[in-house]
């Protein structure tokens, strides 16, 4: 008997799942006859649908719609459920801490593999700015969308009840820093629910709530054009949004965040989506990587020099064969990452046939963004929308891409009754601690809370 090809995808992302989904129909066959084994190895056991991330933080969307479970869609592969710490590709093998390592004691897990795919995506790019990382959140995740939610209606709470002026104010200021889709869309949605959920406080009036917007660039939103950045920023202003160009966050320290151009504001809520840097797994592999710290690929997305690895998304700087511009990068999207993995997985089933491969082209047919219910703007196939004809472009488009029947359905259904019925105003903090009942009734008292927001 023969070996079976054994193929591993790093990720469990847009590239990662995508990927393993198609190689999983391509190869069928070989799966039902044991000639093709195929290993996921991700840290969730689902993969986020990242544009719905402001929606579900909006309450627009369950939580639990905008991830796809990877064992139901990925049913004919291997799931491991753990971070891949170490690849070595020369040896074709991948250390792999999984979910048990820390319980069985038995430590660190070795996979070995014949086709590698790298598909760990992006994590958040942080700088090193006093007090980021005891007081910011990111949005990069559902548990963080969710957590923001809660947080901000808490802050309402809190500065309903106070009676400390410095306190009501600094819960009231919510500072987002980042002009990209993460970060207006999310402070564009919270906004509006904010806004709306400010009509059950006796004491708390939408012109209480304070929003401010950080970007260091001249613009906001550059994916759907100049034109359509600056009439999102007239939006969002109309809206008393403070939009602040040109302008970074020094510190926030001590709850106070204080900017470059040396306005101070105490607040309770840091946002910080500025930007993405690729996930740490690259730098501990033998694979070559470009000054981004991104793998260097080939057209046909093989990583560069290398045989039998393959690497797409926000982890690879693929060459742009549709661009006029000679060494330009496919961009780190969702839009790029779906599609590169398609031609990703049908160049893994023709190297195992012994067949030609195809180099991955997209030419690039624009952007939508949302600004909040019934807003958005648009720039796609060189036609720009804005208000509500951009916005029903943004739910329709992502409607089509989130994967899955089942989701598809849920999210549309989620949205028609949310036509008929009001928001949800309700904060489910607790379940960031759901021992804390049981600590108190066992006389331990309340658990600590660690970073999560003080009193000033």
Not at 383 to 409: C, D, E, I, Q
Request: aromatic fraction near 6%; glycine fraction near 8%; include cysteine.
């Amino acid at each position: 008997m023969t070996e079976p090809a054994r193929i591993l995808v790093v990720g469990g992302g847009y590239v990662g799942m995508y990927t393993a989904l198609r190689l999983q129909r391509k190869l069928k066959a070989g799966l039902k006859s044991g000639a093709v084994e195929i290993t996921v190895v991700t840290p969730e056991p689902y993969m986020t649908y990242q544009p719905f991330l402001p929606e579900a933080a909006a309450g627009n969307i369950s939580p639990r719609h905008v991830v796809v479970p990877l064992r139901r869609v990925l049913d004919k592969c291997r799931i491991v459920i753990g971070s891949a710490d170490r690849i070595d590709h020369a040896q074709r093998t991948a250390t792999v801490t999984t979910l048990a390592s820390p319980e069985d004691g038995t430590g660190a897990v070795r996979l070995t593999y014949d086709e590698l795919v790298i598909a760990p995506g992006s994590v958040s790019r942080t700088l090193p700015v006093p007090g980021l990382a005891d007081y910011a959140i990111g949005f990069k995740t559902v548990e963080e969308a969710i957590g923001l939610r809660n947080h901000v209606i808490e802050q309402m709470d809190i500065a309903s009840s106070t009676r400390d002026p410095a306190i009501r104010d600094a819960a009231l200021t919510f500072v987002f820093v980042g002009g990209g889709y993460a970060g207006v869309e999310a402070l564009a949605e919270l906004e509006d629910m904010a806004r709306y959920t400010a009509r059950y406080y006796h004491n708390v009036k939408p012109a209480d709530l304070k929003w401010i917007l950080v970007e260091a660039s001249d613009k906001i939103l550059p994916e759907v054009g100049a034109e359509m950045g600056r009439y999102a920023i007239r939006e969002l202003r109309a809206r008393n949004i403070d939009v602040r160009l040109e302008t970074r966050l020094d510190t926030c320290e001590n709850r106070v965040a204080v900017l470059s151009d040396g306005s101070r504001f105490p607040t309770r809520t840091v946002v910080w989506t500025a930007g993405v840097k690729p996930a740490p797994i690259l730098a501990a592999t033998d694979l070559p990587r470009n000054e981004r710290g991104r793998l260097v690929c080939t057209a046909d997305l093989r990583v560069e020099g290398v045989a039998h690895a393959w690497a797409a998304g926000d982890a690879a700087a693929v060459p742009d064969l549709t661009s006029q511009e000679k060494g330009k990068e496919c961009a780190p999207n969702a839009q790029h990452a779906v599609r590169q993995a398609k031609v990703l997985a049908g160049n893994i089933a023709a190297a195992l046939a012994g067949t030609p491969l195809k180099e991955y082209r997209h030419t690039y047919a624009g952007s939508v963004a949302s600004l909040g219910l019934h807003k958005g703007v648009a720039h796609v196939y060189g036609r720009k929308l804005k208000g509500y004809p951009a916005w029903f472009m943004h739910r329709a488009y992502h409607l089509s891409r989130v994967p899955t029947f089942n989701r598809k359905a849920r999210v549309l259904a989620e949205w028609a009754l949310a036509g008929l019925f009001k928001r949800e105003i309700v904060s489910l903090g607790s379940l960031e601690h759901p021992r804390a009942e049981f600590e108190i009734a066992a006389g331990g008292g309340p658990p600590a809370k660690g970073p999560a927001p003080q009193e000033n």
